[in-house]
């Protein structure tokens, strides 16, 4: 069994700052990429930011410059800064993982319990 559990939303003004966390634990030999996804009130579930266990990372175009993802493999951790919110960047926050928990298991896709972010004008 896996879980991702997230941390770190809440309610700022435009132009301030936050930091997502989100910590794996369960059952995991392997992670493959972490990352964020996002989801407006009445909008499908976008990708924002993706980081590979290489230290690749991927970002939405709407939060390049202003977002940056880096994770810490020794604690199973991904973190997500925004800095520069807008009142566009209001959503709730999904952190996602593939992981495998076993050497010849196949990889699965995880899924945080999501965090609000509202930013306000």
């Not at 997502?20 to 996804?37: H, K, P, Q, R």
């Not at 952190?95 to 004008?121: F, H, M």
Request: proline share 1%; net charge positive.
């Amino acid at each position: 069994q896996v879980q991702l559990v997230e941390s770190g939303g809440g309610l700022v003004q435009a132009g301030g700052s936050l930091r997502l966390s989100c910590a794996a634990s369960g059952t995991i030999f392997s992670i493959a990429s972490m990352g964020w996804y996002r989801q407006a009130e009445g909008k499908q579930r976008d990708l924002v930011a993706v980081i590979t266990s290489g230290g690749g990372t991927t970002y939405a175009d709407s939060v390049k410059g202003r977002f940056t993802t880096s994770r810490d493999n020794a604690k199973n951790t991904v973190y997500l800064q925004m800095n520069s919110l807008k009142v566009e960047d209001t959503a709730v926050y999904y952190c996602n993982a593939k992981i495998k928990s076993w050497p010849l298991s196949g990889e699965r896709d995880y899924w945080g319990q999501g965090t609000q972010v509202t930013v306000s004008s």
